[in-house]
């Protein structure tokens, strides 16, 4: 069977923008990907240079409880304005992934806003991360401020900048991860 | 004649006497006869002096004798009042002294009932109507009076109560012919004469006739501290004295704690009311019909971000425009079974529809008029167009909404697969009937839609190849299914979908509703 790169713009490209933010606080190649939606609504994945896709080991454990008091989890929201959903802050814990060879990795919420869901289906299916990182193995669903919407990405690095801190890395140094 | 009896004597001189109006004395002594309140104040002031003059002979202003014939047991009633009224007569009555002066504002209707009655502002409220430049036949008239008039009746009420009990005489409250309908009573033929149309209690052309009196505002007040709880701020309200919240406190108040905080009879007014503006207003017309959209950058509605329009023009107004104009109406609203997104198209036989048209100045429309305004907005625009276009009912509207839930749609959809796909794969498709998926609402409106998950059933499904990446797709599905959200998945949202189904990445490039299975409107025969 042969596979086609030859298509009209995916559903993401389409109606999503792609923000990255690299080396998540400090940590080397630890980078997330904020799919922003014309609607404002942001989905946060794994950036496909974030060692826990690079590395190739298998996920043992996703575990969206971040503390003894928090987890998301028991995130609800009712009604159309989200009411009851959590508001994170862009360094927010989100979830964290253990690996088999038993390294953790946090990942965080990179925006401001209210979570609006995070996604059960990686605790069972934790391959699904690794297989489709930016569709069905995504992270959480985060819905910014009406009036912040314009606002929450401005710390964030656009497609093109991210490219360029990922051939950087590349050229300068061998894979550190 | 007036048909007046006599145990109405002694409440009409005690009525004159406290400052009513002829018309207000008439009301309270319960003559249901519209032509007495037509004629001058100053007729209807004399046959009421004439009639109090008569005491003296005992005779009644009656006529006809009825009295008697229906109430055989008032007989003696009847004599203790001739007795009342004579010694009534030995004092002299005030007004017959100057029976043709400018009579002072009424103290219970403060005026309405007066000059109001008069042919001059019925041509003033006429003009206003005229220059509506509605189309009409009928119409009907709606009054408002200042809350402070229920207060004031009450009192008067209160007033001749008093006597009526004296004279063991037995008259509700409920009997006494209310302001607003004796106004009614006395202009709605001169307005009907003057606009050539009749008065019907049910027309859908409303004139709307309001007054206001600044001077006597304060009267309802007191009622605020005696009856607190029936006085609540509403936000819509400008004042917690509604006319319906006063009623409402004077059926609570007793009436020695109403007699103590308000003069009985009222006070007299320095000044009459003051007429508001008089408007029109025609109850909406509703038309329905189905429509194609052949474009993918069409909104059904305007579509506005921050406020901003992101596409010039919408379905709604491309068939709102021609409609406004041919029935004149100041606003419109439109609703459909479902909507379809920008880029989708829908075919067929169209989506039925239908617009609330507010305000039409012009109405009658007939089945031909209806055809050319269907030919006129198709000739507009080449991407859109309209069939079955007809004048419904308000209820027959209800119809189009009616168990939408269970309605069935059917779709036709462009799908793009990541892998290759064989004649085979489709097949597969194919077999699958009365499919349950599980709907997440799609990121793409879950900004302003709540969180949830619906089931939705896609009844069958059938795939026409085009290349090894493409194919068509049939969906004959549950009305309410996201399609795109079936084909790509949604971030998995979706479950099962296309892609799944498939084992590969599915995306949906392009969608057009095929149908719309609901039977209303009926089709209007070429
Ligand atoms: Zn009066």
């Known amino acids: ?35 922003q939606h014309s609607n404002r609504i942001c989905v946060i994945t794994l950036a496909e240079t974030h060692p826990v896709l690079r590395k190739g080991s298998k996920i043992k454990s996703i575990n969206y409880r971040i503390s003894d008091g928090c987890s998301r989890l028991n995130n609800k929201v009712s009604g159309k304005s989200k009411r009851g959903g959590q508001f994170l802050t862009e360094f927010a814990p ?5 690996c088999t060879d038993n390294v953790e990795y946090t990942i965080f919420s990179c925006i401001r806003g209210r979570l609006l869901e995070v996604n059960e289906d990686i ?55 | 004649m007036l048909s007046l009896k006599e145990k109405d004597r002694p409440i009409v001189r005690k009525l004159l006497d406290a400052g009513c109006c002829a018309r207000c004395v008439l009301r309270f002594c319960c003559v249901g006869k519209y032509a007495s309140y037509q004629n001058s104040c100053q007729d209807i002031n004399k046959e009421l002096l004439a009639f109090l003059s008569q005491a003296d002979s005992g005779q009644s202003h009656d006529a006809s004798g009825q009295d008697q014939a229906d109430n055989p047991p008032c007989k003696k009633m009847k004599l203790e009042s001739v007795r009342a009224g004579e010694e009534a ?26 000059d109001f009655c008069h042919q001059s502002f019925v041509t003033q409220v006429c003009e206003v109507v005229k220059k509506g430049g509605y189309q009409f036949d009928s119409l009907l008239l709606a009054v408002s009076l200042p809350a402070q008039l229920s207060v004031r009746e009450h009192s008067c009420w209160l007033h001749i109560k008093k006597e009526l009990r004296e004279k063991s005489m037995c008259v509700d409250k409920e009997d006494v012919v209310q302001v607003k309908d004796a106004f009614k ?55 917690v004295f509604t006319r319906m919240a006063v009623v409402k406190a004077l059926e609570k108040i007793s009436d020695e704690e109403f007699l103590r905080q308000y003069p009985c009879p009222p006070a007299r007014p320095a000044t009459k009311c003051t007429p508001l503006e008089t408007t029109c207003l025609h109850s909406s017309v509703f038309i329905a019909g189905r429509y194609n959209k052949f474009s993918r950058e069409l909104p059904q509605t305007p579509w506005v971000i921050d406020g901003e329009r992101r596409m010039e023009g919408s379905v709604e107004e ?16 439109f609703s459909s079974s479902g909507r379809e997104d920008v880029d989708v198209r829908t075919l067929g036989n169209g989506r039925p529809f239908a617009m609330e048209l507010v305000n039409p100045h012009r109405v ?99 795939a026409s190849y085009l290349d090894t990446h493409h194919f068509t797709l049939l969906l004959r599905t ?16 979706t479950k099962p979908n296309l892609g799944g189904l498939m084992e590969t990445e599915a995306d949906i490039l392009e969608l057009d509703v095929e149908s719309v299975d609901v039977d209303w409107p009926p089709a209007v025969p070429e």
């Open chain 1, 94 to 98: 989100l979830c964290r992934i253990t």
């Open chain 2, 89 to 114: 007569s030995a004092e002299p009555p005030a007004l017959e002294a100057q029976p043709d002066a400018q009579p002072a504002t009424c103290v219970t209707c403060l005026g309405v009932l007066q």
């Open chain 2, 185 to 239: 009573w006395a202009i709605q033929a001169l307005v009907g004469r003057e606009l050539g149309a009749s008065m019907l209690f049910n027309s859908a052309f409303e004139v709307s006739i309001g007054f206001t009196h600044a001077e006597t505002d304060g009267d309802c007040h007191f009622l605020a501290t005696a009856c607190s709880d029936c006085f609540k701020p509403a936000k819509n309200k400008a004042s």
């Open chain 1, 123 to 177: 605790i069972m299916s934790p391959d699904l991360l690794l297989e489709k990182p930016s569709t069905e193995g995504y992270i959480a669903v985060i819905l910014p401020k009406l009036e912040e919407s314009k606002r929450v990405t401005n710390s964030l690095l656009t497609r093109e900048q991210y490219e360029e801190v990922v051939s950087k890395r590349t050229t300068q140094q061998p894979q550190p991860c």
């Open chain 2, 318 to 333: 491309l068939i709102a425009a021609p409609l406004l104009s041919s029935f004149r109406a100041d606003a419109f609203n």
């Open chain 2, 364 to 462: 009658r429309h007939t089945k031909a008029e209806v055809r050319q305004l269907q030919e006129t907005i198709n000739a507009s625009s080449d991407k859109i167009r309209v069939r079955d276009l007809q004048i419904v009912t308000r209820e027959a509207m209800g119809r189009m909404k009616e168990g939408e839930e269970e309605k069935t749609k059917s779709y036709s959809a462009l799908i793009w697969t990541k892998k290759a796909i064989t004649k085979a794969d489709l097949d597969v498709i194919g077999n699958i009937k009365e499919l349950k998926i599980d709907q997440k609402t799609p990121l793409r409106v879950l900004h302003r839609r709540p969180l949830a998950v619906r089931q939705r059933t896609i009844h069958s499904m059938s």
């Open chain 1, 1 to 35: 069977m042969e596979e086609t790169d030859e298509k009209a713009p995916s559903v993401i490209d389409r109606y999503y923008t792609r923000w990255y933010k690299t080396d998540m606080k400090g940590k080397s190649c630890e980078d997330h990907c904020v799919l």
């Open chain 2, 478 to 493: 549950q009305a309410g299914t996201y399609i795109k959200e079936f084909v790509h998945g949604d971030f998995g949202r």
